[in-house]
């Protein structure tokens, strides 16, 4: 999948039309994106997201949830400070 918009740095469409919210720990792996960059999207277990977008070409990944969701109450915090 390609990126269609990324105008926001924590929400990025991609070209089949879903909307995802970027976890904000992962924020800097997002930064080379471009919309060529070809992303691949897999189902996650972490708690912090329900999905992972994998840059083809770097094998980076950053977490995901569907735009409007909301992140698991206090778990951002405990996550970015290394809890």
């Known amino acids: 999948m390609k990126i269609r918009t990324h105008a926001e740095s924590h929400v990025v469409e991609l070209d089949d039309g879903s909307c995802w919210q970027i976890f904000p720990g992962d924020l800097a792996a997002t930064l ?3 919309p060529e ?3 691949h999207l897999e189902p996650s277990a972490d708690r912090m997201g329900s999905h ?3 840059n ?3 094998r980076s ?3 995901v949830i569907a735009a409007g969701e909301v992140w698991p109450d206090g778990e951002v915090k405990k996550v970015l400070k290394g809890g």
Request: net charge positive.
């Open 61 to 63: 990944r950053v977490r």
């Open 52 to 54: 992972v977008l994998v």
């Open 37 to 39: 960059t070809d992303l």
């Open 56 to 58: 083809t070409t770097d």
């Open 32 to 34: 080379s994106w471009k």
